[in-house]
């Protein structure tokens, strides 16, 4: 078994567009509007989304979610942790050793924790 695809809840896709097209710029993935509340980024055997909920209550982020990517090297995972922030992003870990990963943690715009690791 394998993770199909991953979504996060977001209040304002526009903003989520726009972190997520900024974050995944060099990973190759292609992003994909099937409608206004949702947007995808695939590639191979990847898939991750941002939606506004279905039952029109506001997203909020889940206590203890979170969603990890296994982004490469450290000095990619310290690249990705940076760009974060830069997008506005909150930091919840700074890049570092931990345990046998190298890994760092953000907040995206809506408060989804994101882990970026090695």
Request: hydrophobic letters at 35%; aromatic letters at 12%.
């Amino acid at each position: 078994m394998k993770m199909n695809y991953f979504v996060v809840g977001t209040n304002d896709m526009e903003a989520a567009r726009s972190f997520y097209d900024a974050l995944f710029a060099q990973a190759g993935l292609q992003s994909i509007s099937p409608s206004e509340r949702m947007t995808y980024w695939m590639g191979d055997d990847f898939a991750f989304a941002a939606a506004i909920p279905f039952d029109q209550a506001p997203a909020t982020r889940g206590n203890g979610t979170m969603v990890g990517f296994k982004v490469g090297p450290p000095e990619e995972v310290e690249r990705m942790h940076g760009l974060a922030i830069q997008l506005g992003g909150t930091c919840e870990g700074t890049p570092g050793q931990r345990g046998p990963k190298y890994s760092a943690y953000v907040r995206d715009l809506d408060g989804n924790k994101l882990c970026f690791s090695d």
